[in-house]
């Protein structure tokens, strides 16, 4: 008999089972865990209306739907998806453009804030504030950034009422324009940190507060970046719309950082979706290649690059792919995940690294090659890309291509939020889109903090 609503397990396996909606406004479980499905859904083409469609929205209300049950009607999934990409520049909303022969784009960067986050929060922030208003109270949304999520959250979430959103991003180590996406916000509930420190840094502290359970609990305490299951949930939609369009299974190579956007692509499988192969692109921040190589899960310093959104040591999501790749032995994952933060370093089982290496592949790209491929995919085709769709491009194109099946590489950021590196690969700055004119001229409001969680945390305090 089909439970009355999808129920959702903590990988740490010490938090109770929690629906949909808890699983939204809680972002990450009480005891430290990140939330999955207690069993995935499983959809298929001819059993799940408006699946494996090329319409975007009709994917995403059935992909919503399958894991919203119970907490959301399928008319308010509705509602929110056709108001979530009402927005978007493009029809599509996720349009896949073949560059070379068996060889595609999927551009995730037509929202408000022209990168793929906006794809899940747009529609994220919607049924977040439907929750809460059928909660009652008020939420305070606490967001570490590499870049993009930080104002894809302000976009989707400023000006809400009853909530407040702190997004805190490393110092100096964001373009320009994503910086200025971010401060120059004119919501009263937004509020900037510039932190002196690396992502890594960031995402520390919004996991520390979290585990500060008095705190968390008095200022009603959440997350939007990708430790919140929602955004895999809608994340997946554009893996079973690009399917679609091929008509055949493809190996999906995509910009990883934080390893949410990647482990969409896994939860797509799980769900039933024909996939060859998921390929971890990475900078110099290698992390996901070594691990897959060696075994050893070994955080280092973290370097800065031209793909900043991707200078990341430690991966939250990769917590979800060990939780499956464990066989969901929860009490493992709560060890490891102990033993990591204690030591710095874990050592994975065989059996575990066989199952990740069955699904995943990774490859390095450092600058020197991100600007190369930025320039030799402009010479050959006449697009331009941003670097961290440069990182995903080299490794495509560095692919031993043999399988036969269509490589699609995800697009993540509109190149024009990068313009110093494009400028350095092809001589000249990308357009600057519409929606970027007007940022240059925005007033810029910003908190400076040095890392230090219990003065970030004095400073949500101060303005809660």
């Known amino acids: 008999m089909k439970s009355e609503y999808q129920a959702f397990v903590s990988t740490r396996g010490h938090a109770p089972s929690a629906s949909f909606g808890d699983v939204l406004l809680a972002g990450l479980a009480p005891d430290g865990g990140l939330y999955l499905p207690a069993a995935w859904p499983q959809l298929s083409a ?68 022209l990168a793929f986050k906006d794809i899940a929060l747009q529609v994220l922030g919607r049924m977040f504030s439907r929750a809460l208003a059928r909660r ?12 993009d999520t930080g104002s894809a959250a302000i976009a989707a979430l400023g000006g809400l009422p009853n909530i407040a ?93 934080n390893f949410g956007d990647v482990f969409a692509g896994e939860a797509a499988m799980r769900m039933g979706l024909p996939v060859e192969k998921l390929v971890v692109a990475t900078n110099a921040n290698d992390i996901m290649v070594r691990v897959l190589m060696t075994g050893v899960y070994e955080p280092g310093a973290v370097h800065p690059s031209l793909s900043p959104s991707m200078d990341i040591q430690v991966a939250s999501n990769f917590e979800r792919a060990l939780f499956e790749a464990s066989n969901r032995d929860a009490d493992w994952i709560r060890k490891s995940m102990e033993h990591l933060a204690r030591d710095k370093r874990l050592v994975l089982p065989d059996i575990v690294r066989e199952r990740l290496r069955e699904r995943y592949a990774a490859a390095r790209t450092d ?28 490794a495509a194109y560095k692919m031993n291509r043999k399988s036969g099946a269509p490589v699609v590489v995800l697009s993540t950021a509109h190149p024009a939020k990068f313009p110093d590196a494009v400028a350095r690969a092809i001589g000249a700055p990308p357009p600057v889109p519409n929606r970027l004119k007007s940022l240059f001229s925005g007033v810029e409001r910003v908190a400076t903090l040095p890392n230090n969680k219990d003065l970030v945390r004095a400073h949500i305090e101060s303005k809660l």
């Open 46 to 113: 001819a059993g799940t209306p408006g699946l494996m469609t090329r319409n975007f929205a009709e994917a995403a209300r059935a992909i919503l739907t399958a894991f919203a049950r119970g907490s959301f009607t399928e008319e308010e999934i509705a509602a929110d998806v056709a108001a979530a990409y009402s927005d978007f520049d493009h029809p599509d909303i996720a349009p896949l453009t073949e560059i070379a022969p068996d060889l595609y784009l999927l551009e995730l960067f037509h929202g408000p804030t």
């Open 367 to 394: 600058d020197a090659e991100t600007i190369e491929t930025i320039r030799k995919t402009h010479a050959e085709t006449g697009r331009i890309v941003d670097p961290h769709t440069a990182v995903a491009l080299h």
């Open 136 to 147: 009652g109270g008020k939420a305070t949304v606490v967001a570490a950034t590499s870049g």
């Open 165 to 257: 959103v702190f997004v805190l991003h490393p110092k100096g180590r964001v373009s320009d324009v994503q910086r200025l996406q971010m401060t120059t916000s004119p919501h009263a509930n937004v509020h900037n940190i510039a932190l002196e420190g690396t992502f890594d840094d960031c995402q520390a502290i919004v996991k520390a507060l979290f585990a500060e359970t008095e705190f968390a609990h008095a200022v009603g305490l959440t997350a939007v970046n990708s430790i919140n299951f929602a955004r895999i949930a809608a994340q997946c939609v554009y893996y079973f719309t690009a399917t679609a369009q091929l008509g055949r299974a493809a190996t999906f190579v995509v910009p990883t950082g």
